[in-house]
């Protein structure tokens, strides 16, 4: 089954052209991160205008780089949700378009369960039940998988998602958005025990995550002269440690057989050497090469998994939050 897979949920436009689920034939992406630098974050609607120039060169080239043509592809994919309306809508809506041109049927996929689906996409079996951990500038999630499109959430973040406390450090430290690979080239030139960071605790809720407390705190170091690169190792340090701690007390509530992640801040080498350290009985996969961050063949992939008999691509509709159960 080929499958041409759409992404747009914030400020990558992505297209890309997957076979069987797991064989990428093109994955492209034109990305506007460059205009959001001046406001610290993405700005909503200039994401969208971006999205409207973008996605239609996008598909092209993602079809000539495969080497495919629209009849040879057997189903549209396209993410439908979360993420920001406007931005879902250009999508979602090229993705219709298509669909009906070409006569192919559309399914809509969660971003979110994407970005798991990327830690999972070559394998020929998934060990389970496991952990799934998405850590991106928009989730900061822990949960139990125990098939794929069945899912038992365990915890959340109560207020930043950690690849948003990681952009918020990035610019209080004068870093260009996004802040989350900048920390981590800053942080390698600092010492990781030099600020007594300490991660956010919820009451009552030891899994879940609180960041906004621990950014504060870089915000109050940062006062005078200080050694920048220590206080981003320190920071990173703390939340990634968060992290890794956090999923071990959850794999140990079940028969747990291994741990998937997915999301922008599985980019992070630091959190490697971590999770390494703190798991080092159960298997633990990444996504691959570049399926770290927002891309379209994560969609494409799990799409080819999500297929049934289709109906109206016109009922499709693109969300802003829904959850991924
Ligand atoms: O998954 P993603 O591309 O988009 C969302 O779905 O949110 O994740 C983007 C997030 C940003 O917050 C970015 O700063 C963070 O992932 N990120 C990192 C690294 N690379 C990207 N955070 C920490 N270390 C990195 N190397
Ligand atoms: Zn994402």
Redo the contacts with the bound molecule.
Sequence with gaps: MIVLGIES??D?TGAAVVKDGKTILSNVLASSADIHEKYGGVFPELACRRHIEAIIPVVDEALKTAQVTPDQIDLIAVAKGPGLIGALLIGMNAAKGLSIAWNKPLVGVN?VEA?LYASMMELETVPLPALGIVI????TLLLKILELGCYQPISTTVDD????A??KV?NLLGLTY????Q??KLARLGNPKAYPFTAGKVKRSPLDFSFSGLKTAVLYALKGDVDKASIAASF?ETALRDIANKAMMASKSFDCQAIFLG???T???R?KAIMQETFPHLPVFWPQGTL???NAAMIAGLGAKKFFPPGDPLDLEARTRIPIV
């Design positions: 949920t914030c990558e971003h970005h991106s500038g928009g989730h998602a950690i690849g948003e990681f952009d990035g996004p802040g989350g690979p920390v981590e990173q999301g922008g801040v980019a992070n080498q959190l770290s961050l927002d």
